[in-house]
């Protein structure tokens, strides 16, 4: 039978989801809320939405053609079967915000084009709307660049909305400081919990104090810690400890929780990952410059933190997303990776520094000092040397108590590097050597992130010594790394070099004086001082082996100090008194001898750290 042209209008069927009646209209606190969401089958002609009635005649019909508003339609049987069951379930505020942002659903085992109205509509469009820069919050002593200015504004957002999210920025863009500002702008009077390697307590300790003046700041670690009397600000936190207090932690009311270097909790089944997710806070923030190290799973391990929910279970996201993108070459890879990606998107800021609008606005070169705690080892060590040292330099003087102090000092830094170092222990088992020492643990963390964003760096250490169990450490880690020194022949110097410049090798370590001149190392965007010559001069020479004529990449120079110790202080110095460092410490330690005896003590005793 031939039906006439204009019976065949365009009869369609979408599944529409809709807020509970009273949700707010610009979808503010939308996912607040208890109510679950309407999740049904909206029929429409030529893109008209039929009324319920209507809706209601087509599912009585029992013939191929029916009478819709005053015309004769061409009914498919398949629409007249969703206008029967036209009630898909119910939906909780997370998997209809899923369901927005990837505009399909799974119903009977197939995917439908799925169609959000009034409030989740208004927040998916909220979501994923362009954002200009964000106002710099009063109190913030920084001045952010645009990109920062940008990131404030999208973490801002997600917070204001009841939403997490995970700032994935490069290495060196300044996460840190962002989300300083952003706990400035939310001005809650709850604290802000921020979780860290323990190698990275001391840094953010100080660039609080640095970027926040008069903020509260409090370390919840070691033996004295205590949540009592807290008034706003910042708690710091390790892993560790948040895994052993987390009942502790989950009491005390948070305005935000964030995760720094979250890539340590990617494996949503380990205790750690468990823990944190027992702390309530209305805003989770995720901080790491490897979202992705592995496999999608640890995407939504951190995603199911920050936005819990939002993926759904991690059997059906390996399900439906992970194993089809994962599987380059399979059918439908194409359709999952933008299916996911539309889904993430909102909940992740990812910039590099080469993307176009970032490498404009950095420096050619950044100075970063990272305070590192000592191990419980390093500070017996350091303190027993420091004792028994002093009481034989006060009954000595002239040449003999030079050579005593210059002995003190050089014995201080081996062991802010490492005890083994200190003690001789050439034959120290390299896969324990990171837990005997915070540079050694922090250095892990740096090359962990830069490294997965094929990055490259030079390690610059004093101590051959050092230089040998850094790259004995770092080749048990399967890192692949050489080692340069003042014995090296020159045809494999030249060798070494060639392997790093074509990124065969990423990371090189380097005897300071050895490697001080003469070398052109312009892959490496990243410069590792492992410890502190106390000579500017020589340490910007070893830092100019990066940059120099020929480096097309911002270089980042990261100097690792230990915290209350000789080095701090000597950093402190270097820091506010440039110029007059220069004149005192150009001749670097030597300089130091000169001191009175409790000048002397007071540079070298160890301080605690509060």
């Known amino acids: 039978m031939h039906w006439p042209r204009d019976l065949a209008r365009d009869l369609t069927a979408a599944a529409v989801v809709r807020p509970a009646p009273g949700s707010s209209t610009d979808g503010t606190g939308f996912l607040e809320s208890e109510d679950l969401l309407q999740f049904r089958w909206q029929l429409a002609l030529g893109g008209d939405p039929l009324s319920e009635a209507e809706m209601d005649a087509l599912a009585e019909a029992h013939r191929p053609v029916v009478r819709l508003r005053d015309r004769w339609v061409l009914v498919d049987p398949a629409l007249v079967r969703k206008a029967r069951r036209r009630d898909l379930g119910l939906l909780d505020p997370v998997d209809a915000l899923s369901v927005a942002l990837t505009g399909s659903a799974e119903v009977d085992g197939e995917s439908v084009e799925a169609v959000p109205v009034g409030a989740l509509a208004a927040l998916r469009d909220r979501l994923t709307a362009g954002l200009g820069p964000a106002e710099p919050p009063a109190g913030l002593a920084a001045t952010l660049r645009d990109y920062q200015l940008r990131g404030l504004a999208w973490l801002d957002l997600m917070t204001s909305l009841g939403l997490g999210g995970c700032l994935a920025d490069d290495m060196g863009l300044g996460k840190t400081v962002t989300l300083i500002a952003l706990h400035l702008k939310r001005a809650r009077t709850e604290p802000t919990l921020v979780v860290c390697p323990a190698s990275l307590l001391g840094n953010w300790q100080r660039e609080i104090i640095r970027f926040a003046p008069g903020v509260p700041v409090r370390r919840f670690h070691g033996q004295s810690r205590s949540l009592d009397g807290l008034a706003g600000g910042f708690v710091l936190t390790t892993y560790g400890t948040m895994r052993s207090t987390a009942a502790d932690l989950a009491e005390q009311p948070w305005g935000m929780v964030v995760a720094d270097e979250a890539q340590h909790v990617k494996n949503p089944y380990s205790a750690t990952a468990k823990a944190l997710r027992t702390i309530p806070a209305p805003a989770r923030v995720a901080l790491t410059g490897t979202p992705v190290e592995n496999n999608l799973s640890e995407l939504w391990a951190l995603l199911d933190w920050t936005t819990p929910g939002l993926l759904g279970p991690l059997k059906s996201f390996r399900a439906r997303h992970a194993r089809a993108v994962e599987n380059g070459g399979a059918d439908g890879d194409d359709a999952a990776a933008q299916r996911l990606a539309r889904l993430v998107r909102p909940f992740l800021l990812r910039r590099k520094k080469s993307d176009p609008g970032i490498v404009p606005e950095l420096p050619p070169k950044t100075e970063t000092d990272h305070p590192v705690p000592l191990t419980r080892e390093q500070a017996a060590l350091y303190e027993a040397v420091v004792r028994e040292s002093l009481l034989a330099i006060e009954t000595a003087d002239g040449i003999a108590r030079r050579g005593m102090v210059l002995k003190l000092l050089g014995a201080l830094k081996q062991i802010c590097d490492h005890p083994a170092l200190y003690l001789k222990e050439e034959s120290a088992r390299p896969d324990r050597l990171a837990a005997r020492s915070g540079k050694l643990a922090l250095l892990d963390e740096l090359l962990d992130t830069l490294l997965a964003e094929d990055g490259s760096a030079l390690v610059f250490t004093q101590y051959v010594g050092m230089a040998r169990l850094i790259t004995a450490h770092l080749s048990a880690r399967a890192v692949p790394v050489d080692l340069l020194h003042g014995g090296t ?51 910007e020479q070893a830092t100019d082996r990066a940059y120099r004529i020929g480096q097309t990449q911002p270089v980042q120079v990261h100097r690792l100090v230990t915290e209350g110790t000789v080095e701090d202080r000597i950093a402190e110095m270097l820091t506010a008194k440039r110029a007059l460092a220069d004149a005192v410490l150009g001749s670097g330690e030597a300089a130091l001898t000169e001191l009175t005896d409790r000048e002397l003590a007071d540079l070298v005793s160890l301080r605690r750290t509060s």
Do not use: C, I, Y
């Open 489 to 539: 022949p020159v045809a494999e110097r030249e060798r070494m070099v060639d392997r790093f410049q074509s990124g065969e090798t990423p990371v090189l370590v380097l005897s300071l004086k050895a490697a001080g001149t003469g070398l052109n190392l312009t892959r490496a965007g990243h410069v590792v001082h492992f410890d502190r010559w106390w000579n500017p001069a020589v340490e």
